[in-house]
């Protein structure tokens, strides 16, 4: 997983609830991204960020904040969680191989909103 | 219409049978060109990369990439029930920064 973690892996929230799912990596890498993976859907990118403090929004920003105080740690927060949220959320990294440069994905974080 | 069309499948093989799998664009400008594979609750993993047109093989999987058709194919020999997964294609104008990804083909390979 190109040293990502993500917790928590799995959350159960209410409609109206603010959740914070996090992202960390160990290796200093610039680029972090975060989605979200519905069926039918694939991957949608909701925000990316390419230093501290230094985010842009995706396909799929409305709902969403990110904030990247640190090098390692990307957050997702939803400020008030809906039923549309429930999703599989990855965070990615951007990783360079020789003249290579492609994104690598944490293990996800499932979210079920009631 | 979506930037990236793949056929979600399910596709179903018996064991050793040669897999293609596609996605169709819509912008010229893509041209750096991922497959990535995803097994059942877990991240997406990078398959193969594909700058431009051409074929790049790795193994028992080759990627071609045909611009001018804006059609992209992942091949795989001598399927193995292991290669059962979700595959999705992957694509940008710009390196890794904003990968427009296609909705993923599930391959299920039969012993």
């Known amino acids: 997983d190109a040293g990502i973690t993500q917790s928590p892996r799995h959350k159960v929230t209410e409609t109206g609830t603010p959740v914070t799912l996090r992202c960390h990596q160990t290796e200093n890498h610039r680029y972090m991204y975060w989605y979200r993976q519905d069926p039918g859907h694939g991957l949608r990118l909701i925000h990316y960020?390419?230093?501290?403090?230094?985010?842009d929004k995706g396909e799929v920003s409305d709902g969403y904040s990110v904030s990247r105080s640190k090098t390692e740690d990307f957050l997702l927060t939803l400020e008030s969680a809906t039923s549309s949220q429930t999703s599989v959320y990855f965070c990615?990294?951007?990783?360079?191989?020789?003249?290579?440069?492609?994104?690598?994905f944490g293990p996800g974080t499932r979210l079920l909103v009631l | 219409q979506k930037e990236v069309e793949q056929d979600p499948g399910p596709l179903s093989v018996p064991e050793g049978a040669i897999v293609s799998l596609n996605c169709t664009y819509s912008?010229?400008?893509?041209?750096?060109f991922m497959w990535y594979r995803q097994y059942s609750r877990k991240g997406p993993e990078l398959l193969m990369y594909t700058y431009s047109s051409g074929n790049k093989e790795d193994g028992r999987f080759t990627a071609q990439v045909d611009k001018s058709s804006k059609y992209i194919s992942l091949f795989i020999r001598d399927s193995q029930p292991s290669d059962s997964a979700t595959y999705l294609c992957a694509m940008s104008s710009d390196s890794s920064y904003k990968l427009i990804f296609g909705s993923g083909t599930r391959l299920l390979v039969r012993p």
């Open positions: 960020s390419y230093g501290v403090k230094d985010t």
């Open positions: 912008n010229s400008a893509f041209q750096y």
């Open positions: 990615a990294i951007s990783l360079t191989s020789g003249a290579q440069e492609t994104q690598y």
